[in-house]
């Protein structure tokens, strides 16, 4: 492209402008004048242009039958007998037929009469005819035999002839013998299917005489014959193609039928006009037209296009230079459809090759040019109608009324009108009418019917109208139509494809300038000025009008049904916007988005009042939460169905509907929903009513949705108000509803339950699943419920939430407590009840006589086998309840996410917790032993338990019975909850199983929340007012209103329960294991070789016998037996793990007894006990280690069956295991490794004192002093041994902590080692006495100094009684 082109768009608006604002000079009439088409115009010449490609359309040929002459005619056969015996003689076996050739030859004759003989000359009616007539003859019985015992060919054809003569014969007057001839014709054909089987079987070699015979036979016949192949319903001759003349009917005019449709024509006036104008619309006409455009063309003259029509001379030196190729073809066109117009000039010879002049110089040379084309025209040997196009131009020719053309400047067609364009265009807009009201006849997606277009195709080529001006016109009667509202948006879309996608291709493309190119590849600089300004003109107007029709369409878009925006949207964006030619300015576009917004809004405002006045009352007093939750329903409906609707495209011009929907209608409906919670609320409250939980979650779950919502689409703007704050009672009427609900139903699901395992019969052994039954699963399927109905309310505010949690934590404390308390005594009264053989004793001791055989009988059956304790299985149930309970108690305080609400609160309650005192506090009181308790059984002992009451008579608790004990150790721990100082009373009792139970003795304790204002633990030795004394030891914690708080209580709860179900249970069994590891089992044991002993002694030998293993385990054997009987009966109820804590526990018992064994307890006074000589010990480590392997007991592949190791080894165990090292040790050397234990133990206190004062921490030291109010409690301290700080509720919150508890307490005691088990050998050495009160006082004193360490810490952190300060009312430490 040359600088020009290149500068083309640089100008191109600037000659749009001055075209469009009439500032341009004058242009040639072709393109600046203006001309008002009436429809007459319009018909005439869209007719004459019809009728044109009538005249010039390939002419029709059609197939002529000429006759050839009539052969002279030939006598038929006269004599066929003698025929067949001279060309079929039968007496040769070499011509005869094959054996079993009649049924092919039946079957092939039945194909021939039904029709289906495939070969040539078989299928005519006579021919049928006559096979059929044979047929019948060729099917008789006696014909039949005769031809398959003979197989001779005469019969056949004999018999063929007949009945062919007979069949032709019909239909005849006497006289005629035209018919004797089909008679031979017929027999050939009988002939040739005889060879034709032959040939099919494979006789051509086997039947050579044969064949060649018939072969002479059937050319005989058709000697002088027609052709078998041709019907013999015709006469021979040759078929020629003639061209068939024109008629110039109307009805033989598709396109002029095309025409008088679009004008609404009859064809009889379209006819009578035709008739009218023959003479003058003619092709020579036609040709003047084209020679007279050729001549304005080169002359650059009005009735063509010129170059002041384009805006650069190359596009009109491109189009003119393409023209005359286009001009070439249709004069030869109109030549080769008469060719009588090349003929009339001069006929001398000249190449046929040789050039036409390129603009007209003479005569001459005119005639010359038509010479050369009716050369070729009338050349055999060209290949097409088209061969010369490339050879020949038709530029220089000329008629001879060129000197008028020449000479008169106005344009004088008789088929191109004088605007072109203008005409095209109102004839498109009369075709495009026509197809829209009648769409049938249209493409679906096309605006024009192929009549039409092809209509318009033609137009376009005679009258020389280019492509883009074509497809211009097109774009402008559409947008005209669209204007005028007679077409849709997709109509328009449909025209904007027309103009620009491709034309399908075609074999012979019409002769206009790019054709096959479209508006978006047809370079703009190649338009015409006016085409350009025209189109430019209809995208500004299209624009306007779809903007107008797309306000119009989203006005409605908030409605159930609106009219879809998207097909105005894709013109817009696709066809406008995106086109070159169209600038759009920002203050428009800024300009329409704020006119679409605020009409938007409006119909907002409207569709929400429409809401309104559809869902709330007139009335106040009607008002109900369903109201509000119908309004927020319909005005979330209405925003999801427009979130939904405009998801691909949510902004149209930069809007965006459901932002304007959202800003529109949700601070109304926010405003409204706010005023009609409140307005239904005071309503409820002055008629003293409660509105429903369940319409207030489903307002809050409505509510949540629009914030949601609003959130998502206005995300600057807040919500109007705190949703949850203004519900929040809902949920605290629930959770109070659910807690008044909570213990009820635990009472009824304890009631309901037979704690049964939940098998499938006698035969089945349950699973640990089963093992537990419906009154705990049903607590926690309540306990789910509660906390998911608080989870599916996804409540939004995460303090709110984690007080709900807080809340429900306390309700399912105190829903397992309950459980525990009731189960627990349940468990308490089968277990204590009388077993059969209990009941057959109770007689016999009613008298004191016969209580003394009683206790001669039990002293008698220990040497007898004992029979196992008859456990009932729904007391093992409920065991297994609250283990599962545990269990289940921990994957509830996952699901509830108990440490992360703990840490919401914490972060906003925590300043406030600090300087705030606890209401309550909580009381934990260990019974741990009693010491030299008063007899009361005949046998020298007793067997004592504890009950605790408070002042106002309120039983506590009550500890399991330690049978035959005067130093018994009960280890049981209860929770007291105290809001002020509270006297505690424990009693010691003697149970005995019938008559009432024996006093023991009494002490008292005074639990007053100022005494532990540290918050540490405490041990007290309380003396009974009869003898003995009893020791407890006391820590309290503050009642806190906090999750894990609960969590901890609950699972406290279960496990006291279920530590004291199991010590029920070991107890049964602890009898038999204090009797089997006895110091009385022991000497039993070594005294049973007394013999052996005195022989040995009397003979003075040095060595005493030694016991064997066999002897030290069968000694044992009584005990393994036991608890195999035992374990056996639970193991069919008890689960896995339950089973494993019961084992762990009597391992335990285990341990004490034979601890207690080897060693006194731990106290400051010296024992009577005897130590146990080498021998003695011996045994008993024996034993030791036969009962770990019995209860570590293994399969063959070694998989632990029992408890395993690492449970078995506990710090009690290594205790024992380190004592044989020290038991034989002199005094004074265990009394150095005592003292060294000692000093280090009191480095360790210093240091963590010094490190706690540093630190500024509240935590206890490991070794804690004495009450700062002992004068009013008894001694502070008097235990010689180790306190270590117990667990806390906080510490048992979950499994977790449990364990890690556990873990830390073993690794404490490992790494921690205490003299505890040195002192306590002491006991038995007489003269470590003193050194023994000594230890008392320096522990005395240490507890002293710590406790005397951690008030000075306090009150330096804290200040004395300060107002603000971190101590309350009686100087007890806020928390």
Known sequence: MSFASRKSYQQLNRHVNSVQDGERRARADSSSRQLAVSHDDAYTYALRVAYLHYLLQPKTKRKQWVPAPKPPPRTHTSNIGDLVKEFVP???????????????LEKRIERVIMGAERTPGFNDAAVKKTFAQAYTAFTEQSFRKNIDKERKVEPLVLIFYSAATKACSLGHEPGDDSWKLLVDRHLALFVRLLANILRDQGHERDKPELMSRLTTLEKKLLTNDQNLFIDTGQNSGNTIEVIVPLSYDVKDMPMVQAVARIFGLSHSDVQSHIDAQRQNWTEEAALKDLKAYQHRLNSNMSGALRSQDFDVDEAYQEWKKAEAPFLSQMMLEILTAQPELARRSTTFSAPSDKPLPSSPTSAHAEDRAYSDLGRALSNPNRSSMYGIDNVLSLGSMSLDDTSSIRTVDEANYTFIPPEPREFLKIIATYALEFDAMHDGEAEESSLFSKQSMDLLTELCVRWRIPQFTRLVVFLEVAARRFTDTLFTVIDLDNAFELVKIPPPEVKKP?????????????????????????????????????????????????????????????????????????SQKEEDSVAFARTLESGLREQAALVYR??????????????????????????????????????????????????????????????????????????????????????????YKELVEIRAIHRSSLPSRPFTFDIEELLVDFVWRWIQNAEARAEEFVEEAIKQDQFQVRGHGPGHISLDSERHSHSIIDVFQLFHQTADQIFQLEWDNDVHHARFMTALSKIFANSIAKYCEIVDQRFVKEMDTPRPNEKEAAAVTQTTQGRFMQYAKDAWNTKEKIEPFQFYPESLVKLNNIEWAMQELDKLEKSMNVDACADILEKVDGPRRQVRRPAKYVFTIKIVEAEELKACDPNGTSDPYVVLVDEYQKRLHKTRIIMRSLNPRWDESVDVTVSGPLNIVATIWDYDTFGDHDFVGRTSLKLDPIHFSDYLPREFWLDLDTQGRILLRVSMEGERDDIQFYFGKAFRHLKRTERDMVRKITDKLTRHINTSLSYEALRGLLGRNLASQVNSFFKRSSTLPQLTNDEIENALQSLFTYFNENFATMKETLTDATMVAVMTRLWKEVLMAIEALVVPPLSEKPSNQRPLNQRELDVVYKWLELLFEFFNARDEDGEVLGVPAEVLKSPKYHELASLNYFYFESTESLIRISERMAAATAQRQQAQLQGQMSSNRLSAPAKLGTSLSGAHAGPAFASMGTIRRGKSIMMSRNLGTMRRAKEEKRKEAQADPSDDMILRILRMRPEAAGYLKERHRQKERMAAAAAAAMIVRQS??????????GFGRGGIPRR
């Open 90 to 104: 039968g007496n040769s076996s070499s011509v005869k037929l094959p054996h079993n050739f009649r049924g092919p």
């Open 510 to 582: 019409p002769h206009i300038y790019l054709y096959n190119e479209t508006l978006a590849t047809i370079d703009r600089s190649k338009w015409t000025l006016s085409d350009y300004a025209i189109y430019q003109q209809t995208l500004y107007t299209l624009n306007e009008a779809l903007l107008r029709d797309l306000y119009d369409t989203l006005m409605h878009c908030y409605e159930p049904k609106p009219p879809s925006a998207g097909p105005a949207i894709h013109v817009l964006t696709n066809h406008i916007f995106n086109d070159p030619s169209f």
């Open 610 to 699: 429409g809401f309104l006045d559809a869902e709330v009352p007139q009335s106040q007093q009607d008002w109900n939460f369903s109201h509000v939750v119908e309004l927020g329903k319909s005005v979330v409906k209405l925003c999801e169905r427009i979130k939904k609707r405009y998801k691909n495209n949510p902004e149209i011009l930069g809007v965006n509907p459901l932002t304007v929907l959202v800003e529109t209608m949700f601070p109304n409906f926010e405003d409204d929903a706010h005023e009609l919670i409140r307005k239904i609320v005071q309503v409820a409250q002055s008629r003293g009513e409660e509105l429903p939980l369940q319409d207030g979650f489903d307002l």
């Open 1356 to 1365: 330096v952190s804290q200040g004395w009684n300060s107002a603000g300060g």
